[in-house]
């Protein structure tokens, strides 16, 4: 399928008065902040040359009330075009669905399709669904701008590239251009077309088969939001086209594919672009991939092979495990020819599915009644969790490419969820109820990401069951220093008359410096005749830091018949992790137990007393001691209480923690500035320039860090940084062009770095002109034939033709310098007229852009009184 654009030049633009309205096209967009708070991001186009310019916006939210959005960001762009970003947030009351409106006076003159367009107030809406039960929601994005160009009886393709970074589903359908309050317009039709026009529901194609008449035309488009089968969201695009007239024919495109890979992969294809025409081809791309926060996509043109009507370039994405999700990424390619009067591009897509990759085998630690399931942590750090599968007898289940998670067919069963990356173990007891021995059970391990999308599963692991003896019941940390002690006890062995065991008995004791007791060590021994001794004392211990673990191995030890009893199973110390924060500190109970802990007690040391005060008590494994002061060590103990039954007993326990202390800290970054900058184009620098209006935020700062990104995808690297609160403003002069983006950061007293302000982009300073008028004659004056201006021009390929078509001059000089003469030759050509195409290479926003120039250079080379006007 192909679409078209046609170059214009600006003097299209100044047949529109001064004065005229302004508003072309646009959408509105919405990132949640939390349970009801929203960012709004509103996009407009406008017409630079109008007056009607809006530095703020009303937004009417959809619950009775309305507030301004400030205007954040302008991008100048060509044609007298302006890309204006509008931010501002809004509490919503309580869940719900409301449709946000935004208005604004007036649309452009001269839209066919909307009557009297120029008196029609132009207004955007989204919808939002509000609903905790599906969890937070922020609005697609839309990549490829509601703008674009169309020729007269040729199929036109528009997709506005969406991407939703929560990775929902989107669909797409037609529907009314608004007007005030949101109200579809009175008497708007579809553009009219041969054919058809119509939007892919899956894709977001935008077909039109095909103009029928030239004029400006705005077609508005549902991008909308699915989560569970329930729709959560709908953006209304307004987008303008301008149908022109045209005979060129389109590039075609081969190459494109869809696949499943898993994340790490590196996915490298080639599309390559031909031209029937012969004109020399322009290849973009845009999509998902390329916007992703880490190793976003490339798309390299292969210069070295392209040549008139061919061009190559390569796709390659190394992707990694921030780009797992449900949904498939769409990526579209372009191929743009270069007519000197009208361009015609070819679209295609690409579905890339990124899979998570299995974890790594789980380990079993069976129990008489129950297994332990442990595994490494993924390597996925944006893992948020695991699901934990069981059954019995092994599969040999073999995914294919694109299924994650574990089909039911396999017979595998969910029995579990953990919540953390970090969190590896599971402990199977069927619930309480127990695992009944004689089978095998087999586990496998899913991971699970953000969007709640699944990793391939793991291989694998099945274990039958084993008796547990003996069984411990207290690891109790009862002296706190570099030779502490732990208490470790355990429950009497009974029945020892079936194995037949008479003794006397050996109770042997080991220690591991971790939770899971790996490369145990024995620390002692307990002889004994009747098993009555179940408690050890470890003394000489270092208390202060790590968790331990404790088993104990019972043997008959009887001369020449010495044997263990039963399975030994393991138990750790509690350890109260620590993490400080601002003027609080978190504490997370790091323990591995066969019991049932079901409250805490929290102690803290008291500084004037030297004793350690009761200060909280809780049931859940995370406590938070808060309104503490920052840059003050506070030591903390733990009391746990617990359960266990065994041989249908009830034992209860209470066991004392190791001692952890840390400091609250500061790490709340202070608030982001504002920011604004201006090209000097003459000068050849960047005036930058940032603010804080809030007075507590102000007083917070130290300092700031100034960024800068070439292009507007780019990476962005600190330019500068200013130590004083007071020093907001800087000239700033890149390296290639004024071309570029900004943002700011403020900095305080703690190092603490806030979030980017807003960025602000440039692209003023596009102009490379080719004069007209040329008099090589040696009268020392514009004897070089040079163009008005070359800062930002990386190079370009100017050729130069006489009235017969033989070429008399070429070069890539950006300065052209062009004597006059023969190139090859020292003959000066004759006066008279020539032609030129000139393929200029400029550093823009999107980074090294192409375009084509083509004109006349009247030479006056003799001593006649010509008189030649520059145009």
Not at 293 to 322: H, I, M
Not at 451 to 480: K, M, N, Q, R, Y
Not at 584 to 590: D, G
Request: hydrophobic share 35%; net charge negative.
């Amino acid at each position: 399928m192909k679409r078209l654009v046609i170059i214009i030049g600006s003097f299209l633009y100044l047949a529109f008065p001064l004065l005229a309205t302004h508003n072309r096209a646009g959408e509105i967009t919405l990132r949640q902040l939390d349970d009801l708070t929203y960012e709004i991001t509103i996009t407009t186009f406008t017409y630079t040359l109008s007056q009607a310019d809006r530095n703020r916006l009303e937004v009417q939210w959809g619950d009775n009330t309305y507030s301004y959005a400030d205007r954040k960001s302008i991008t100048k762009l060509p044609n007298f075009y302006q890309k204006n970003i509008y931010i501002t947030q809004h509490t919503f009351p309580g869940p719900g669905t409301y449709s946000i409106v935004v208005q604004d006076p007036n649309r452009n003159l001269g839209v066919k399709n909307i009557p009297n367009s120029v008196n029609v107030i132009f207004s955007i809406k989204t919808t939002i669904t509000i609903n905790p039960i599906l969890g937070s929601n922020s609005t697609p994005v839309l990549l490829n701008p509601p703008i674009d160009r169309a020729a007269l009886g040729q199929i036109f393709i528009h997709n506005p590239a969406a991407y939703d970074p929560d990775g929902d589903s989107i669909s797409y359908r037609l529907t009314v251009c608004t007007e005030q309050d949101g109200k579809p317009i009175d008497g708007y039709t579809l553009p009219p077309y041969s054919d058809t026009l119509f939007v892919d529901a899956f894709t977001g194609d935008l077909t039109w088969i095909t103009p029928v008449d030239t004029g400006i035309y705005n077609i508005a488009m549902d991008v909308e939001e699915w989560r569970q089968g329930v729709k959560i969201g709908n953006i209304a695009r307004d987008m303008q086209i301008e149908v022109y007239n045209t005979d060129n024919n389109a590039p075609a495109q081969t190459g494109s594919r869809s696949v499943c890979i898993p994340a790490g992969t590196v996915l490298t294809f080639n599309i390559i672009a031909t031209d029937e025409d012969l004109d020399s081809i322009l290849q973009s791309a845009s999509g998902g991939p390329f916007v992703v926060e880490t190793n976003p996509a490339t798309f390299t043109v292969d210069q070295a092979t392209a040549r008139r009507g061919y061009s190559r370039a390569l796709f390659e994405w190394k992707t990694n495990c921030s780009h797992v999700r449900d949904q498939y990424y769409t990526t579209i390619f372009k191929a743009e020819d270069n007519n000197p009067v009208i361009s015609l591009v070819d679209i295609i897509n690409a579905s890339i599915k990124v899979m998570g990759p299995p974890p790594g085998m789980p380990a079993l630690i069976p129990g008489s009644n129950s297994i332990t399931v442990t595994w490494s942590p993924d390597t996925c750090t944006n893992v948020t969790g695991y699901h934990v599968y069981r059954r019995i007898g092994p599969a040999g289940y073999v995914p294919d490419s694109c299924t994650s998670g574990v089909p039911p067919e396999t017979g595998y069963v969910k029995i579990g969820t953990l919540n953390s990356r970090t969190d590896t173990i599971f402990f199977d007891d069927a619930k309480g109820s127990g695992l009944e021995q004689g089978n095998e059970y087999c586990y496998v391990i899913a991971s699970i990401y953000p969007d709640g999308t699944l990793s391939f599963p793991s291989p694998e692991a099945c274990s039958p069951l084993v008796a547990g003896s003996p069984s411990l019941i207290e690891v109790s940390v009862t002296e706190h220093s570099a030779n502490g002690i732990i208490r470790v006890a355990w429950v009497r062995p009974e029945g020892l008359d079936t194995i037949p065991a008479p003794g006397p008995y050996e109770y042997i004791i080991y220690r591991s410096n971790n939770l899971l007791g790996q490369d145990p060590m024995q620390i002692g021994t307990i002889n004994t005749t009747n098993l009555d001794d179940t408690v050890y004392i470890d003394s000489d211990v270092d208390t202060r830091t790590f968790p331990y673990s404790y088993r104990v191995e019972l043997y008959n030890n009887e001369p020449g018949k010495r044997f263990m009893i039963g399975t030994p199973e393991n138990a750790s110390s509690l350890y109260p992790r620590l993490r400080g924060e601002d003027n609080r500190v978190v504490m997370e109970m790091v323990k591995s137990v066969p019991w049932i802990n079901y409250d805490y007690t929290i102690f803290r040391l008291n500084n004037s007393s030297g004793e350690y005060d009761s200060i909280g008590f809780t049931t859940e494994t995370e406590f938070v001691d808060d309104g503490l002061a920052n840059n003050v060590e506070y030591c903390y103990r733990v009391t746990s209480t617990g359960w266990r039954i065994l041989d249908g007993q009830l034992y209860e326990n209470a066991n004392f923690s190791h001692i952890n202390c840390t400091m609250p800290v500061d790490s709340f970054p202070p608030c982001p500035p504002s920011i604004n900058a201006y090209s000097l184009c003459d000068s050849g620098y960047n005036h930058v320039f940032w603010w804080i209006t809030d007075d507590p935020c102000y007083e917070d700062v130290t300092g700031y860090r100034l960024y800068f990104s070439p292009t507007s995808g780019g990476e962005f690297t600190r330019i500068a940084e200013f130590f004083h609160r007071n020093d907001t403003s800087t000239n700033h002069t890149p390296e290639q062009s004024l071309t570029g983006c900004y943002y700011v950061t403020a900095i305080d007293s703690f190092q603490n770095e806030s979030v980017p302000s807003v960025r602000v982009c440039l692209d003023e300073c596009s102009n490379y002109v080719l004069p007209n008028v040329f008099s090589p004659n040696n009268d020392g004056i514009n004897d070089l034939y040079i163009p008005l201006r070359t800062a930002y021009v990386e190079r370009v390929h100017m050729k130069i033709f006489n009235r017969w078509g033989l070429l008399v001059f070429e070069t890539e000089d950006p300065d052209i310098n062009w004597d006059g003469k023969i190139s090859g030759t020292g003959n000066l050509v004759s006066s008279g007229v020539y032609y030129y195409i000139c393929d200029v290479y400029e550093y823009r926003l999107s980074g090294l852009e192409a375009y084509a120039l083509t004109g006349f250079i009247y030479v006056y080379s003799g001593d006649e009184n010509d008189v030649f006007i520059e145009k």
